[in-house]
């Protein structure tokens, strides 16, 4: 049961060209959305977050859009760069367990920025 | 800033072996959480803990038990490692305070089961 689903494994994008990542959910008790970045053999890495009660969150060239009657999600990165080129996690949250927050994770976007 | 370790990079372990993966971080953080990230299943919640001495399995528990016995240090325990196990074991940790649900991770362990 896939509550979280990003259903391209990869993209292609030409370097200056915009990407969008897409990633949908199925449980409408997630109440906050995030978006990480992964380089191989690293960790992920936070890089925008949105809130259930926003439909939009900019943070330099990345915009995150929420759609909560479609039960979506985007991640828009303008312009692309080649520094850009990583695995891509949409996280969602709101389910508890004892308190703590968790994340449930989608499958990840392989992005690839071409020169 | 947020500093999460892990012990080791790279690990190669034989069947049946008893793993032990370390986790330490230094931001007075309640919680900690373990995954595996294996390919076109992203990351998968294997136990998180929000406190010490405390633990909740998360999605993935089988196999698997945790130790956290100060607030800073989680350990990921294989009891008898499997080749099914052979994956990439991430660690995290985060406030878990609202607003931000933000979780901060380590770099990773790569295991291999043989």
């Known amino acids: 049961d896939q509550q979280v689903k990003q259903n391209s494994p990869s993209l292609s994008v030409q370097e200056g060209r915009i990407s969008i990542l897409n990633c949908d959910y199925t449980?409408?008790?997630?109440?906050?959305f995030l978006w990480y970045k992964k380089y191989p053999a690293e960790g992920p890495t936070f890089l925008i977050s949105?809130?259930?009660i926003k439909d939009k969150n900019e943070d330099g060239r990345f915009t995150v859009f929420l759609n909560k009657s479609a039960k979506h999600l985007s991640l828009h990165i303008v312009p692309s760069q080649p520094g850009d080129s990583a695995v891509y996690f949409c996280?969602?949250?709101?389910?508890w367990g004892q308190g703590a927050q968790k994340l449930v994770f989608g499958q990840g976007t392989r992005l690839t920025i071409n020169p | 800033d947020v500093k999460v370790t892990q012990s080791s990079r790279y690990l190669v372990k034989r069947t049946g072996e008893k793993v032990f993966l370390e986790c330490v971080q230094d931001?007075?953080?309640?919680?900690m959480f373990w995954y595996r990230q294996d390919p076109g299943l992203g990351l998968r919640l294997i136990y998180f803990?929000?406190?010490?001495?405390?633990?909740e399995k998360g999605d993935i528990p089988e196999g698997y038990s945790v130790s956290r016995e100060k607030k800073e240090r989680f350990s990921l325990i294989l009891e008898s490692a499997s080749t099914n196990q052979t994956s990439m074991y991430l660690c995290?940790?985060?406030?878990?305070?609202?607003?931000?649900?933000?979780?901060?991770f380590g770099p990773g362990t790569r295991l291999t089961v043989t």
């Open positions: 996280a969602a949250s709101g389910l």
């Open positions: 449980n409408s008790m997630f109440d906050y």
């Open positions: 949105i809130s259930s």
């Open positions: 931001m007075d953080h309640e919680n």
């Open positions: 803990s929000y406190d010490v001495k405390m633990k």
């Open positions: 995290a940790s985060s406030w878990g305070r609202e607003p931000s649900y933000e979780q901060y």
